[in-house]
C-alpha cells in the first residue's frame, strides 16, 4: 500500500508565508505527476500546482508567482511554497501522486489526507 502524509499548513496572517510537504510512503517504483489541490469551504477542489517527474511545472492563474512547487525525487516528497499569502488562498491543501507499484505496473492515484491552511486578514 502507499500513503501520502502532508505536513506544513498552519494559521499565517496575509502576507505571510507557508511551506507544504507530502512524502508517499510504501509500495513504490516510481511516481509520476505529483499536484497540489486546495478546497475551500463550500467550493469544489481546484488543482493549484502540477510538478512532472521531469521538473515541468503548471500553477493555477490566482497563486502565480506566489507558490512555487518542487520535489525531491530521492525522498519521494512534493512541496509547495507559499508566499504572499491571501484570505482567499484558506483551504484545505491536498497532494495528489500518480505512482507506480512496480516495473510495468498502471500508475494507480493517491491522495493525502488534507492539511489546513488559515490566512487571516
Known amino acids: 500500500q502507499v500513503q501520502l502524509v502532508e505536513s506544513g499548513g498552519g494559521l499565517v496572517q496575509a502576507g505571510g508565508s507557508l511551506r507544504l510537504s507530502c512524502t508517499a510512503s510504501g509500495s513504490i517504483f516510481s511516481i509520476n505527476a505529483m499536484e497540489w489541490h486546495r478546497q475551500a469551504p463550500g467550493k469544489q477542489r481546484e488543482l493549484v500546482a502540477f510538478?512532472?517527474?521531469?521538473?515541468?511545472?503548471y500553477y493555477v492563474d490566482s497563486v502565480k508567482g506566489r507558490f512555487t512547487i518542487s520535489r525531491d525525487n530521492a525522498k519521494n516528497t512534493v512541496y509547495l511554497q507559499m508566499n504572499s499569502l491571501r484570505p482567499e488562498d484558506t483551504a484545505v491543501y491536498y497532494c495528489?501522486?500518480?505512482?507506480?507499484?512496480?516495473?510495468?505496473?498502471?500508475?494507480?492515484?493517491?491522495w493525502g489526507q488534507g492539511t489546513q491552511v488559515t490566512v487571516s486578514s
Open positions: 495528489y501522486a500518480q505512482i507506480s507499484p512496480g516495473l510495468g505496473r498502471l500508475d494507480q492515484n493517491y
Open positions: 510538478i512532472s517527474k521531469g521538473g515541468s511545472t
